[in-house]
């Protein structure tokens, strides 16, 4: 798997079981922690949830942002939701990325690693 997998295409929700019966999708799914980027209520509450998270699929050798039928770009307020989305459509298994929390530094914890907590 890439490392630091970015999006170079988009793909609707509605696209997946199609793109999966013809097994164009590749590696596992990339759960993306992120900044909110849809506006709205419920949800979509940016005061509320200001961080969210994506997803990302390896579609033909290029990883593709999963965007709403609206064209949004598809985002959960927990990673708990993600997967059961992700579980909905036959995914057990996905990479988790964080690209907002810092990660700790090494040293703080016990025995000179990280500090976990």
Same mark, same amino acid.
């Given at each position: 798997? =890439?490392?630091?997998?970015?999006? $170079? %295409? $988009? ?5 997946? !079981? /199609? ?5 164009? +999708?590749?590696?596992? !799914?990339?759960?993306?922690? $992120? @900044? *909110?980027? @849809?506006?709205? /209520? ?8 200001? =961080?969210?998270? $994506? ?18 770009? *598809?985002?959960? %307020? %927990?990673?708990? *939701? ?5 579980? %909905? ?6 990479? @988790?990325?964080?690209? +907002?929390?810092? @990660? ?5 914890? !016990?025995? /000179? /690693?990280? =500090?976990?907590?």
């Amino acid at each position: 798997m =890439n490392a630091d997998p970015a999006p $170079t %295409s $988009t793909i609707r929700q509605g696209d997946l !079981p /199609g793109l999966m019966l013809e097994d164009r +999708i590749a590696d596992y !799914p990339v759960a993306v922690r $992120t @900044v *909110r980027e @849809v506006a709205g /209520g419920g949800f979509a509450n940016n005061d509320r949830y200001p =961080n969210t998270w $994506t997803v990302y699929f390896l579609v033909d050798g290029q990883w593709a942002l999963v965007e709403s039928a609206r064209g949004l770009r *598809r985002e959960w %307020s %927990s990673l708990d *939701r993600l997967e059961k989305w992700l579980l %909905s459509f036959g995914f057990r298994f996905f990479w @988790v990325r964080n690209d +907002i929390d810092p @990660v700790a530094p090494a040293g703080d914890g !016990p025995m /000179g /690693g990280p =500090n976990m907590k």
